[in-house]
């Protein structure tokens, strides 16, 4: 006779929060079969913690970070470390391997919420994650069901930090890698911190491996250690986000503080504070200097309308248009000589005054002059390197005056 099924999926959640050597963890890893097959043990980011990953022959995996159970992973496929996948009757009634996220909905009593990759369900500050490959409205795509205090899609999942893409290119100053190199004072681990020159080189070989994507708004990999020796900046910071758990790694060199390297999720990254990047003759060597010059440069802009760039082809010039209350759009064209005199004789005034007749011209229709200079329209074959030259020029400034506005936003007009 099989064993009455019991609903345990309060017991993984007691045990989340709770310290090694807790009861809860002792119940915890009596009910994922005693001891784990495999453990690995690891240095994560700079201020460190430390993650410890065990893996139960059941299919299940718990991360404990800094001795604390930070999630617990039921498989409900085979794995390399288990030849079956947990048996989810035993955990959740009403369900089984191949449940939908409706019947896990029922189990757990609650409405699901969806974050990053995962859909969830909130358990008094805890959640309970589940990941499908393919519908989750169709029964056997059902991959795993976890418990995890970090909630989906706004924090990084305690898992991923042994991702095998991002989880191992911070180098630690000690030349150890991130699993050695530490020195227990007064029970806190002290690390060398981050060795710089070391783990650009290591995340400049997974970029161009195209295994992290590079973001565009903060100092491009390649500037961090110029921008910093330049002593122009409170803070540098390159942002490199995983093609596989979609973390960004952002490795940051301060002014007056030692660097620090931390992962976070794309809305943590996008709210990072952000310094605007000075023009390359301030910071860059000859080398650096040379290649802006033949690089777009981002010349100006007026805060929700216009953005204006220099490049030895002509200027280049994106104004916002309001198509309705609810729509709006923008228009990158290059300006035409008269438009680059009326430039030069009225500046800024100028290109406002252009922004507005652009709008006026309603540059999504045919009849817009300025529409059909658009070069997201135009038949020219360097359009779209173009747009992307430009995107690239204006891509920390953009960032930042839309920082300040949502800043603005939240401290009222006076601030
Ligand atoms: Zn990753």
Wanted: charged share 25%; glycine share 8%.
């Amino acid at each position: 006779m099989r064993p009455r099924r019991r609903d345990r999926l309060p017991m993984l959640l007691d045990a989340l929060g709770q310290q090694e050597g807790h009861s809860a963890h002792g119940r915890l890893l009596e009910a994922l079969g005693g001891a784990p097959v495999a453990a690995d043990e690891r240095l994560v980011g700079e201020p460190a913690h430390t993650s410890r990953r065990l893996r139960f022959a059941s299919g299940a995996e718990v991360v404990l970070r800094d001795a604390t159970v930070a999630s617990v992973v039921l498989h409900t496929r085979a794995t390399t470390f288990a030849p079956r996948g947990v048996d989810l009757r035993d955990w959740l009634p009403g369900t089984s391997h191949d449940a939908t996220l409706d019947e896990i909905a029922k189990g757990v009593h609650a409405r699901p919420r969806f974050g990053g990759p995962y859909a969830y369900f909130a358990r008094e500050e805890r959640f309970v994650r589940c990941r499908f490959e393919g519908r989750w409205s169709e029964p056997g795509h059902l991959v795993e069901l976890a418990v995890t205090l970090a909630e989906p899609g706004r924090a990084c999942q305690p898992d991923d930090d042994f991702c095998g893409t991002c989880g191992d290119l911070l180098v630690r100053a000690d030349g150890v890698d991130v699993a050695g190199g530490v020195d227990v004072a007064d029970g806190v681990e002290v690390t060398a911190g981050v060795d710089v020159d070391a783990t650009v080189d290591a995340l400049t070989a997974a970029r161009d491996a195209q295994l992290l994507r590079e973001g565009r708004s903060v100092v491009p990999l390649a500037d961090l250690r110029l921008l910093h020796s330049s002593g122009l900046m409170e803070r540098v910071e390159s942002h490199l986000e995983c093609t596989s758990c979609r973390r960004t790694s952002c490795l940051t060199l301060y002014r007056e503080a030692a660097p620090t390297f931390v992962h976070l999720t794309y809305d943590e990254a996008m709210r990072r504070p952000l310094e605007a990047i000075p023009p390359v003759e301030q910071w860059g060597d000859a080398a650096r200097v040379a290649a802006a010059a033949d690089a777009m440069r981002y010349v100006d802009h007026r805060p929700g309308s216009w953005f204006l760039a220099e490049h030895e082809s002509g200027w280049y010039f994106e104004s916002r248009y309001n198509r309705s209350r609810m729509v709006d759009g923008s228009c990158l064209i290059r300006l035409d000589p008269s438009e680059v005199e009326g430039y030069r004789a009225g500046g800024r005034e100028y290109l406002t005054l252009l922004a507005g007749r652009i709008d006026d011209s309603q540059p999504w229709t045919d009849e817009s002059h300025y529409g059909r200079r658009h070069l997201a329209l135009t038949a020219e074959p360097e359009a779209a390197r173009l747009r992307a030259d430009f995107e690239a020029a204006v891509a920390n400034h953009r960032w930042t005056a839309q920082q300040r506005q949502a800043q603005h936003r939240r401290l009222g007009p006076s601030a």
